[in-house]
């Protein structure tokens, strides 16, 4: 079942602005994931964010995260033209599930130049 | 050079045959995985597996099997009796046990068609 919930489905911006995508989950998690996946490519691992962790950097990247409204966003600040991909977020619900990544649908972001 | 290979690219099936996908990693990780994506949508896990020699169902393994003989490869058989097979599949691995925080790499995937 699909455990991850992205908004919005699609993202429109011009070069050098903000994008913000959110994240909304089901159960407790251990871990949240972001990925990136360019058009007909396999997924590329951007950020990791421990259920014990409210705020993460990397680079132009920025993740929040939110245990008691299961929630997280992403932010890429000053985006650029390749930044433009589907972004998904993955959550690791541990226990039983140990190992496993449950993945949302998706936010498609496009980036004008 | 180390990564995750997938192959082939492209592959293109008869309804009723069975086709077997490959995928390779030399990053010496324990854990494999396949998922299948659909046009718009994210993705599901069929199999995975955290060891040599064993392996789980994922949440949609009907009409697919696996194998793992070897640590470097998993390889992903559609049979006959996948209803819907045309899809694009992935290959990940991760370290695997023992690290509850595992990034997942990912192959570049190979797009499958039934005709």
């Known amino acids: 079942s699909q455990q991850g919930e992205e908004d919005p489905q699609a993202l429109s911006i011009q070069e050098g602005e903000n994008a913000t995508m959110n994240c909304s989950y089901k159960?407790?998690?251990?871990?949240l994931q972001w990925y990136r996946q360019n058009s007909g490519r396999g997924l590329v691992h951007l950020i990791l964010?421990?259920?014990?962790?409210r705020e993460k950097h990397s680079g132009r990247l920025r993740v929040t995260l939110d245990t008691s409204k299961k929630s997280s966003s992403l932010l890429i600040t000053a985006s650029r033209a390749a930044d433009t991909a589907s972004y998904f977020c993955?959550?690791?619900?541990?226990?039983?599930?140990?190992?496993?990544?449950?993945f949302g649908q998706g936010t498609i972001l496009t980036v004008h130049p | 050079d180390g990564g995750i290979t997938q192959s082939p690219k492209y592959l293109f099936r008869k309804e009723g045959q069975n086709v077997t996908l490959s995928c390779e990693q030399n990053?010496?990780?324990?854990?494999m995985y396949w998922y299948r994506q659909d046009p718009g949508q994210g993705l599901r896990l069929i199999y995975y597996s955290q060891i040599v020699n064993d392996f789980q169902k994922g949440d949609i393994a009907e009409g697919y099997s696996v194998s793992r003989e070897k640590k470097e490869s998993f390889p992903l058989t559609v049979t006959s009796a996948q209803k819907n097979p045309t899809a694009f599949y992935l290959c990940?691995?991760?370290?695997?046990?023992?690290?509850?925080?595992?990034?997942?790499?990912f192959g570049p995937g190979t797009r499958l068609t039934v005709l």
């Open positions: 964010i421990r259920s014990n962790e």
């Open positions: 993955a959550t690791d619900a541990g226990g039983t599930s140990y190992g496993k990544l449950t």
């Open positions: 990053l010496n990780h324990d854990a």
């Open positions: 159960t407790s998690i251990n871990n």
């Open positions: 990940a691995s991760s370290i695997g046990t023992g690290h509850s925080t595992d990034t997942q790499y």
